[in-house]
């Protein structure tokens, strides 16, 4: 279960001197190979007793040059984002033979904006928001069904309303790390530091 990565190069010259502006090119390059879900990322947490976890959630934006995601403010995720907001997140383009690594901050993002996008959601999603009391145990399948049935009915012919509990994070980025796959598994890794004085490159070995 071995592949050689031949794809691409990352140089300092291709780097440049501001992540976000290469993310946004990695980003616009996914999309047009056609990786599916390019924007799925992996968000890694910490709880209060130290233990780490890890799951995908939809990148849903590059706002002021934070990373920003949706989610029920009460989930594990929610709920360690509260006691430690030190985050980790995972990019992974296999087509492109890329990954991006990013560690940050995670901070709510203002009630308006999670309106503003909750009400441009897809309506079975804004239903299954309402539907969902996510990480919480549930009796069975059937339950969520019918409840979600129930809510449907409930919400016809109106504005489903954004849960208390629901809204959006932003990531802001700390430190970034560009991975191109290579032969011999000589990989370019590339990272940029936040500093006061702007963002610190670097190479680091494979």
């Known amino acids: 279960m071995r592949r050689l990565y031949t794809r691409s190069v990352l140089s300092e010259e291709t780097a ?9 090119l990695w980003f616009s390059e996914a999309q047009a190979e056609g990786e599916q879900e390019p924007n799925a990322m992996s968000l890694a947490t910490v709880d209060k007793t ?14 002021r040059e934070e990373f920003q995601f949706f989610t029920n403010y009460n ?6 984002i509260a006691d430690n907001n030190k985050v980790a997140l995972n990019f992974f383009w296999p087509k492109l033979e890329r990954q991006i690594r990013i560690e940050g901050l995670a901070s709510r993002i203002a009630r308006e904006e ?50 208390e509990n629901w809204g959006g994070y ?37």
Request: charged share 30%; aromatic share 10%.
């Open 50 to 63: 130290g233990q780490p976890s890890a799951r995908i959630v939809l990148l849903k934006g590059l706002i």
């Open 75 to 80: 989930s594990d995720k929610g709920k360690d």
């Open 170 to 206: 932003s990531v802001f980025p700390i430190k970034i790390e560009f991975w191109q796959g290579r032969v011999g598994r000589l990989h370019d890794r590339i990272q940029f530091e936040r500093k006061e004085s702007g963002w610190n490159r670097s190479r680091l070995s494979p």
């Open 114 to 163: 999670s309106e503003t996008y909750f009400q441009v959601r897809p309506r079975e999603s804004q239903i299954g928001a309402l539907t969902s009391n996510q990480s919480s145990v549930v009796p069975s399948r059937e339950f969520l069904e019918e409840k979600f049935a129930s809510l449907t009915k409930e919400w016809e012919g109106k504005v489903v309303p954004m849960p």
């Open 16 to 24: 440049g001197s501001n992540p976000l502006e290469l993310f946004n």
